[in-house]
């Protein structure tokens, strides 16, 4: 059974930093797209970033353009983790981050062509 378990979320002032983790288990994903999405109250889930595999032990990353330059995701292919380190954090960053995985895509951009997903981590910027 794969599980994603996000972890770090939290209550932080406008500036602030936040380091949230994805733990996968069940499978590993190696060779698969992972990502962080969010959703925020009374909006649609949207993407944040992504990881995709390219060869070897090549990723690539991808961002929402209202994060690049903030936010940055990472691999711990050791651990079978994604995380995503987020800098400079925004009021309007407020929302529930979720890490999602796919089951046979190394690259995906799109949340329907996620397979799995977490729970969900609240992220709470005041400003």
């Known amino acids: 059974q794969v599980q994603l378990v996000e972890s770090g979320g939290g209550l932080v002032q406008a500036g602030a930093s936040l380091r949230l983790s994805c733990a996968a288990s069940?499978?590993?994903?190696?060779?698969?797209?992972m990502g962080w999405f969010r959703q925020a109250p009374g909006k649609e889930r949207e993407l944040v970033a992504t990881?995709?595999?390219?060869?070897?032990?090549?990723?690539?990353?991808d961002y929402a353009d209202s994060v690049k330059g903030r936010f940055s995701i990472s691999r711990d292919i050791a651990k079978n983790m994604v995380n995503l380190q987020m800098i400079s954090l925004k009021p309007e960053d407020t929302a529930v981050y979720y890490c999602?995985?796919?089951?046979?895509?190394?690259?995906?951009?799109?949340?329907?062509?996620?397979?799995?997903w977490g729970q969900g981590t609240q992220v709470t910027v005041s400003s």
């Open positions: 999602a995985a796919a089951a046979d895509r190394s690259n995906a951009k799109r949340i329907a062509e996620y397979d799995y």
């Open positions: 069940g499978r590993t994903f190696n060779r698969n797209a």
């Open positions: 990881t995709s595999w390219s060869s070897g032990s090549v990723y690539y990353a």
